[in-house]
T-cell receptor, first 113, second 114 residues
């Protein structure tokens, strides 16, 4: 069982649709990050959230950190083919020095034109 | 500013062979990491180096060794490769920003052990 559970694992949608990806755990995190990974490349950091209830927007992407800092969501509005990729959440456990990040299993998104 | 670089990009080994994966970063970060990525498993930490001169085991260290050569370079060695080590390997470095630690990844090394 992974410490961070992401859902759904796979998502295939049409261009213009909205979608939400979830990252859940039973542990409390000091911070949580979202990365996007394209085929053949390494993950690229999208956003970091540190405060319970925090909401951050990055163009059409909206990230939310749960009030209890145990979960997070990523919402994409009007998805485009360029949003296709693997979305990973990663978190530092509360109390950890931050040396280790725990990653979720990822959500693989495909946006069809 | 190249960020994090890794060599080689692809490698095929026979069982029992050894090799070293190289990683370098030019962002003056203190901490560096080695991960492996397998289908459906996300990223798993092999080893990390919190600062020059120190290394520590991660979640899956068996079968690997590391060397933090200097602040820029962190290498991963497979002494006797096994098919279970077929994977994509990523190196990362870390900085502290906005009350959190952010990691920056290299492009990966795709390793196949036959």
């Amino acid at each position: 069982t992974q410490l961070l559970e992401q859902s759904p694992q796979f998502l295939s949608i049409q261009e213009g649709e909205n979608l939400t990806v979830y990252c859940n755990s039973s542990s409390v995190f000091s911070s949580l990050q979202w990365y996007r990974q394209e085929p053949g490349e390494g993950p690229v950091l999208l956003v970091t959230v540190v405060t319970g209830g925090e909401v951050k927007k990055l163009k059409r992407l909206t990230f939310q950190f749960g009030d209890a800092r145990k979960d997070s969501s990523l919402h994409i509005t009007a998805a485009q083919p360029g949003d296709t990729g693997l979305y990973l959440c990663a978190a530092s456990l509360q109390g950890d020095a931050g040396n280790m990040l725990t990653f979720g299993g990822g959500t693989r998104l495909m946006v069809k034109p | 500013n190249a960020g994090v670089t890794q060599t080689p990009k692809f490698q095929v080994l026979k069982t029992g062979q050894s090799m070293t994966l190289q990683c370098a970063q030019d962002m003056n970060h203190n901490s560096m990491y080695w991960y492996r990525q397998d289908p459906g498993m996300g990223l798993r930490l092999i080893y990390y180096s919190a600062s020059e001169g120190t290394t520590d085991k991660g979640e899956v260290p068996n079968g690997y060794n590391v060397s933090r050569l200097n602040k820029r370079e962190f290498s991963l060695r497979l002494e006797s490769a096994a098919p279970s080590q077929t994977s994509v390997y990523f190196c990362a470095s870390r900085r502290y920003s906005r009350r959190s630690y952010e990691q920056y990844f290299g492009p990966g090394t795709r390793l196949t052990v036959t």
